[in-house]
């Protein structure tokens, strides 16, 4: 069967520091991958998609980047992050085509101060 | 564009009453639909989901929802609720192209003894 894993779990970071969130799917090959964040009291915003090793789509611009350095492993980064980056940060994974269902991972809760 | 519109941000049960929450979208293609639960600090569930065939979609947790294309909805219902349901709930629909699925604001249900 097939598990996502997110770590870490929770953060604390103080403004301006560097950021790095990682996702691991297992028991599956070429999944789609996906970021999103949960502000408070707001509903889910997509971040960041992947198809493949190196394909990463952007929804929304801001200091946010993705990478996908192996087929089942997706990493969020920040150079220097900001407030208002505090958040519920969301991994998923689907097959084929992107209009299937997704699986979520149990979440990376990151308070910026 | 695709999009989903969920009624209500907040809806309020007595443990025994019947759940209703609402999900109309809008897609210029037939759509799949998506119902999702999360529970406070943790990722989403996959409740039930509508691709083609029957419109009534039985979900885990005693939970269904039927596909009404003229009405353009995708209702979620459970004939009683339990203290066990309390949580966020969200809608998704499928968007035209291989592109990501399109998520609602989310309902939170609350649950009264």
Redesign the interface.
């Given at each position: 069967s097939q598990t996502i894993h997110q770590w870490p779990a929770t953060l604390v970071q103080p403004v301006g520091s560097p950021l790095s969130l990682e996702c691991t799917v297992e028991g599956t090959s070429n999944p789609?991958l996906?970021w999103y964040r949960q502000a408070a009291g707001?509903?889910?915003q997509?971040l960041f998609?992947s198809?493949g090793i190196g394909q990463i789509s952007s929804?929304v611009p801001q200091n946010l980047s993705a990478s996908r350095p192996q087929d089942r492993q997706f990493i969020l980064s920040s150079k220097k992050l900001l407030l208002s980056d505090s958040g519920?940060y969301?991994c998923?994974w689907s097959t084929d085509?992107?209009?299937?269902?997704?699986?979520?991972?149990?979440?990376t809760?990151l308070t910026v101060t | 564009a695709q999009s989903v519109t969920q009624l209500g941000s907040h809806v309020s049960v007595s443990e025994g009453a019947l759940v209703l929450l609402r999900c109309n979208y809008s897609s210029s293609v037939p759509p799949?639909l998506?119902w999702?639960v999360q529970y406070p600090?943790?990722?989403?569930?996959?409740l039930l989901?509508y691709t083609t065939g029957a419109t009534l979609v039985k979900g885990i947790n005693g939970f269904e929802a039927e596909f009404k294309k003229s009405e353009t909805s995708f209702h979620l219902t459970k004939p009683s609720a339990h203290m066990s349901d309390a949580a966020e709930y969200?809608c998704a629909v499928?968007?035209s192209g291989?592109?990501?699925?399109v998520?609602?604001?989310?309902t939170r249900l609350s649950v009264i003894a």
């Open positions: 789609n996906y707001r509903g889910l997509l998609y198809v929804e519920f969301l998923a085509s992107l209009s299937y269902e997704q699986y979520f991972g149990p979440g809760r | 799949y998506f999702y600090n943790q990722g989403l569930q996959l989901k969200f499928s968007r291989n592109t990501p699925l998520f609602g604001k989310g």
